[in-house]
């Protein structure tokens, strides 16, 4: 096997796995500031540890050749509203012990992915992926039947958050970290301004009287982009269909510690959900596996 692809494939299952393991126990761990203020802080700190990479890697000159085309600062003013949603959705879930419902739209996403590729770029369909993406529906539609409250709301935001942020990421094709420091440039605004009334109100955990805690909640920017990072990598030196099927380790160790670590319910009725989830992750990571 080329060593480039191997580094490949072990920079995407580092990525995947900090994403699906030290992401969940730290958000978790960190959500009694409150939802709100977490994804405010996840905002900012994300934009500042993006600017000192930036700068780290020498990357100002792309930074400012992206934001003079006025087609990439529309398109990133859109993503940047998905990336937000998707943020925002997923710490919810985190903090209200819906950890499974999370990882329910990222078994799904990727399949959503390919039906919006089909839609968005004409990418063509093979029966496999058709199967899946049926199998996929046939699960949410089944939830909404037999029990509409059992739908994990959640879990679809995130996914067709995630599953829309691709298509117009794709539009543009820039670099993913300057794609990201500008999206984040477009939510501070709003962060600083909602951190403000937060701390006005005196509802804030980050204070110069905790510098512990302080830290702790600054660790949301490289939490969010040490993932980031690897996960990229790995794409560019393994492609696109090997670092998809790796991705999977992400929502299945979510779906793991929510259901042994946290204790989170999981019905008779998301389980059988949840088979057929399976069976069309497994269908398309055959497919990928065959075609890679």
């Not at 993006?50 to 398109?75: A, D, G, P």
């Not at 089944?142 to 995630?162: D, M």
Request: with cysteine; proline share 4%.
């Amino acid at each position: 096997m080329d060593k480039e692809f191997e580094k490949g494939l072990l920079f995407a299952g580092l990525g995947s796995f900090f994403w699906g393991f030290f992401g969940v126990l730290y958000f978790k761990y960190i959500s009694h500031i409150g939802h709100i203020e977490l994804v405010i802080h996840r905002c900012l700190w994300t934009t500042f540890t993006l600017i000192i990479t930036t700068s780290f890697f020498s990357k100002w000159k792309i930074f400012f050749e992206v934001i003079n085309n006025k087609k990439n600062l529309i398109f990133l003013f859109f993503s940047g509203i998905l990336i937000f949603i998707n943020w925002a959705v997923w710490i919810y879930a985190i903090a209200i012990d819906k950890i499974i419902d999370a990882s329910f739209g990222y078994f799904i996403m990727p399949i959503l992915s390919v039906l919006l590729g089909y839609i968005f770029f004409k990418e063509k369909l093979n029966k496999k992926r058709i199967f899946s993406i049926i199998l996929v529906i046939f699960s949410i539609l089944y939830l909404i039947i037999v029990s509409f409250k059992s739908l994990p709301w959640v879990g679809l935001i995130v996914a067709f958050s995630w599953a829309f942020y691709n298509p117009i990421k794709k539009k543009i094709n820039i670099d993913t970290d300057i794609g990201l420091l500008i999206e984040s440039l477009y939510i501070l605004p709003f962060a600083l301004i909602t951190f403000y009334l937060i701390t006005k109100n005196n509802f804030n955990d980050f204070t110069l009287s905790n510098p512990p805690m302080m830290l702790f909640i600054f660790l949301a920017g490289p939490m969010t982009i040490i993932p980031l990072f690897l996960y990229v990598k790995g794409v560019e030196k393994c492609g696109v269909g090997p670092s998809g099927m790796i991705f999977y380790i992400t929502p299945t160790l979510q779906f793991l510690l929510g259901f042994f670590y946290y204790d989170e319910p999981f019905s008779a009725t998301k389980l059988v959900s949840f088979i057929f989830i399976w069976i069309a992750v497994i269908i398309y990571l055959k497919d990928l596996y065959e075609t890679n």
